[in-house]
């Protein structure tokens, strides 16, 4: 049974720790070499597809909706990606750097990043693609579904829309089931929407008066999640990047997210206690900060290494701790300094 009011909040103070998990399951990867972290970033996509749904959904049926949501969102996603672009192409020690091949490489297809298409330059140029921004192919798809969705959520009628998610969630695994390249199934847009309408599902779902019992689809999705754990036995490496993940793992592991996001928004005893762990204060931390931390951290920490600034720490695990503290630091002081500013303006949309 779903809580109507808790339903209807505008915030949901355990998605701050949802939020926070998943980056610091991207943390563990990047800066301690936990190879499981990759996942972090399936959770922040069901996470993304659930509140923008939701969001959308409460809009009116308009264009000024659209508009406004979009404008809503460059607020929240701009200012940081190309300040953070600016300072990489503009302040970087480049007489240091220009000798690295990755650094170059970026330099001559900045393009790809400047107009949010870098997932398609790692597929088709991924021996070339720079390991300084090498993650930012997630932002990319965040942004090219933000782009097209809200024309779905608003202007369809919610019956329609389910259909459509459904329609499109199939595609994707079709596709995925069906693809021989991991590079595609891994950053690709219509490859990745279902972990996506996952969380869009999840949002129609419990929002709607769809004749649809929730424990259905738990019990379902749980049994899913249980062949997400024989999928991560099977592949032992626990890595993305094999043809087994890449036509079924993504599908097991969206849906294992989906799993557990949907728990927490159900009313009874173990999801009451579920939220008391999500909501603890170093989770909301690292999840208030989760975007600021995403964005800085690997290209901290590539520049770091690469222009031989941390020769004076000892070990791997020390240099991570370092990193860590410096991207915290960092991502705090940029939120209060810059996000925050371009945060308020979202009142006018």
Known sequence: MVHSDYLSLKHYPHLDGLRGIAIILVLLLHLFNVHLGWIGVDLFFVLSGFL??????????????????????????????????????????????IHIPDFQVLINNQFYFWTYLQNFFFVYTPEKFPSFLNHYWSLAIEEQFYVFWPFFVIFLHQKVL???ICFFIFMAILLKATSTNISASYTLLPYRADSLLYGALIALVLKSNFNI??????????????????????????????LLMAQYGFTIIDLFFATFLLLTLVNHRITSFIRKLLTNSLLRFFGKYSYGMYIIHWPLRQ?????????????????????????????????????????QLKKYF
Do not use: W
């Open 52 to 97: 923008i749904t939701r969001i959308l959904l409460e809009s009116e049926r308009s264009f000024k909706s659209y508009t406004n949501f979009l404008m809503r969102r460059v607020l929240r996603i701009f200012p940081l990606y190309y300040l953070t672009l600016f300072f990489f192409f503009l302040f970087f020690d480049q007489q240091i750097l």
């Open 162 to 164: 389910l259909r459509c």
């Open 213 to 242: 019992k929730i424990s259905y689809i738990i019990a379902g999705l749980i049994v899913l999640g249980i062949g997400f754990c024989a999928v991560l036995i099977v592949e032992r490496s626990y890595a993305h990047n094999t």
């Open 303 to 343: 520049y770091l290494i690469e222009s031989g600034k941390l020769e004076f720490v000892s070990s791997d695990f020390f240099s991570g701790v370092l990193i860590l503290i410096l991207t915290t630091v960092l991502s705090v002081t940029i939120f209060y300094l810059v996000e925050q500013k371009f945060l």
